[in-house]
Structure formats: structure tokens, C-alpha cells
């Protein structure tokens, strides 16, 4: 080997140890980072966040709380950006309206979070708009909630009951702006008035009896002498 080469391969061997470690390092970040493909990763339905406790409000311009979300869990999955929830309760609240509440076992939340699809055991209140009125009270297995809209609507079978008065229909929507209830189709049901009890009436004391003077028994009558005049 003639002293120009072996100059030249002393110059070069320690650039390229220093390239190929690089390169070495550079793919094993890859592997620990991200071990699969990453096609691979996007056909798998896994979470990459959970939410304990979840609390999230929402204020009108002025201040006040107009929804509220409150959850067990979420879980969010980006290979559909999908959002699951547990045990979900949303309630809307507007001044001088009865606050709606929704609750159901599970639901999903769209991407951009104006649609709630409520599922299991579905269950809607009213709370009364006065004082001595029973709450209004819906259940249906399914129903979707648009918050921008504030509306709730559902097709499958639905009972409301308030008090001991109920109906039954299928479909229905529900307009918390309007505070309207409709039945989109086979509706019956009873409408009971609410009982007015009386109170229960007092036992008056009896007059008293009038004293009365004994009348007197009849005897016999008294003869009686008449006087001789001279």
C-alpha cells in the first residue's frame, strides 16, 4: 500500500465510523420509538390519551353556564378520532328555564365535539317550572345530543312519564330553546290530573240538648168545697 493511500484511508475510516454510528443510532430512536409500521399503527384501535374524572363547562358571553359534561372515563383513539365516554351526564341550563339533564351507561363524542351519541339506558329530566309540578322524565335506549343546536333527537322507542301520567311513542325531539317535546309517530298515553286532596273534615261537637222542665203528672183533680152563704 503506497503512503498516499494509506493517508487517504486513515483520513476517511473515522468520517465514515462516525456516519454509519449515526446512522446506526438514527434507526434504533426509530425502533424504540415507534417499533412498528407506521401503517400498521394507524389499522389498530388503540388509545393515545384517557381521562379520569372528566369535568368540562361551557359559559355564554356573559359568564354563565349554559352546559356542563361530566364522565367517569374518556378515551380518545386517532386512528378514527373517535372519543368514548363513561357513565356520561350533560346538563343544559339557561336562565329562567328548568335545567334538562341526559345520562346514559356509555356515548361517543364527534371530532369536533357538537354531537353526543348517547347509548344504554338512556334517561332524560326536566326539572319543574314551578314548585309542587313533578319533573319530566324520558327513557330510551339511544339518543343524539347536538350542543351547538341544543336539541335532542332519537328514532327508537320512547316512554315519558311525569308523575302518573306517561307517553309512549316512537322517535322523538327535544328542543331545549323552546322547551318542546314531540313524538315523531305511534304516541299514547294517559294524562292523569294531579290530585287535590281536601282537607280531612273536623268532627263538630253536637248542640246541646235543651234543658227542658219536666212536665207534671197527671193526678187526680183536687175538690174543692164551696163556701155556704147565710
Request: aromatic residues 4%; glycine residues 4%; neutral net charge.
Amino acid at each position: 500500500m503506497s503512503q498516499r493511500t494509506s493517508s487517504l484511508f486513515s483520513t476517511l475510516f473515522p468520517l465514515g465510523l462516525l456516519l454509519a454510528l449515526t446512522g446506526l443510532t438514527f434507526w434504533l430512536m426509530r425502533v424504540v420509538e415507534n417499533p412498528e409500521n407506521p401503517e400498521d399503527r394507524h389499522l389498530r384501535h388503540d388509545p393515545d390519551y384517557i381521562v379520569e374524572a372528566l369535568r368540562l363547562r361551557k359559559l355564554d358571553h356573559e359568564g354563565r353556564l349554559r352546559q356542563s359534561l361530566t364522565a367517569a372515563r374518556l378515551t380518545h383513539y386517532p386512528d378514527d378520532d373517535s372519543t368514548e365516554v363513561e357513565t356520561p351526564v350533560v346538563v343544559f341550563t339557561a336562565p329562567d328555564k328548568p335545567d334538562i339533564t341526559l345520562q346514559a351507561q356509555s356515548a361517543e363524542i364527534s371530532a369536533n365535539g357538537e354531537a353526543i351519541y348517547l347509548k344504554d339506558e338512556v334517561r332524560l329530566k326536566r326539572d319543574p317550572r314551578n314548585a309542587g309540578e313533578m319533573p319530566i322524565v324520558g327513557e330510551m335506549p339511544d339518543l343524539t345530543v347536538l350542543t351547538e343546536d341544543e336539541l335532542a333527537v332519537t328514532n327508537s322507542p320512547v316512554l315519558i312519564t311525569q308523575g302518573r301520567s306517561y307517553l309512549r311513542g316512537v322517535g322523538m325531539k327535544v328542543d331545549h330553546k323552546e322547551q318542546t317535546y314531540t313524538i315523531e309517530s305511534q304516541a299514547r298515553g294517559e294524562y292523569l290530573l294531579p290530585e287535590t286532596r281536601k282537607p280531612p273534615a273536623t268532627k263538630s261537637a253536637p248542640p246541646p240538648a235543651s234543658k227542658s222542665r219536666p212536665k207534671p203528672k197527671p193526678g187526680k183533680p183536687i175538690a174543692r168545697k164551696k163556701a155556704k152563704t147565710p
